[in-house]
């Protein structure tokens, strides 16, 4: 079965400084992958996903952007962070015929 | 667009009581529908789902039917424990391969011993 490595588990970051989330998925081969984030109190708001290598669709226009430079890879940066950028963020993918499986999710607390 | 909507929360409710959470979506085509589960602390997980009209998912004691003519999913179940308590997630999956998911906004589920 797949699983979804995410890293690092917290991190505080001030404003304006540069952010780079990573995502790896084991156990499946060209799957789709989203970044979703879960803000304090509210739902989970769909950001990117990308169903292959170089493949990436923006759900909302933000600070934020993502890159598949790999099958299995998925990053998520931002050149300069803003307070609102604080959230729970969680990587997920999807492989052949399977439901969406989460990572244990990024808390990033930008101060 | 597709959208999901879920009952608000909290949901209160004492061990063993019946447990309805309200869903209703939005969207064109047939999606597939699902149930999400975050326990304290830890992150989402698939509970249950269900691919086409009438369809019953279960899981864990939960259910969920998916009604076309009605647009719901609703997440029942008999008797809930102080276990299950939780915030629960309707989504659904639209797109060749289900590639595209939509969430709702969660309902928090507390059971009282």
């Known amino acids: 079965s797949q699983t979804i490595h995410q890293w690092p588990a917290t991190l505080v970051q001030p404003v304006g400084s540069p952010l780079s989330l990573e995502c790896t998925v084991e156990g499946t081969s060209n799957p789709n992958l989203y970044w979703y984030r879960q803000a304090a109190g509210r739902g989970l708001q769909l950001l990117f996903y990308?169903?292959?290598?170089?493949?990436i669709s923006s759900e909302v226009p933000q600070n934020l952007s993502a890159s598949r430079p790999q099958d299995r890879q998925f990053i998520l940066s931002s050149k300069k962070l803003l307070l609102s950028d604080s959230g729970f963020y969680l990587c997920?993918?999807?492989?052949?015929?399977?439901?969406?499986?989460f990572g244990n999710g990024t808390r990033l607390t930008v101060t | 667009g597709d959208s999901v909507t879920q009952m608000e929360g909290p949901v209160t409710l004492s061990e063993e009581a019946f447990l309805t959470i309200n869903c209703t979506y939005t969207?064109?085509?047939?999606?597939?529908l699902f149930w999400y589960v975050q326990y304290p602390g830890e992150s989402l997980q698939l509970l249950l789902k269900?691919?086409?009209?009438?369809d019953k998912g279960s899981n864990k004691g939960f259910e969920a039917t998916y009604r076309k003519e009605t647009t719901s999913f609703h997440l029942e179940k008999g008797s809930v424990q102080v276990s299950d308590s939780a915030v629960y997630f309707c989504a659904l999956g639209q797109g060749s391969g289900t590639y595209k998911y939509i969430f709702g906004t969660g309902t928090r589920l507390k059971v009282l011993a």
């Open positions: 997920a993918g999807q492989g052949d015929n399977s439901p969406l499986h």
């Open positions: 990308s169903v292959g290598i170089g493949q």
């Open positions: 269900a691919t086409k009209a009438d």
């Open positions: 969207a064109t085509g047939y999606p597939s």
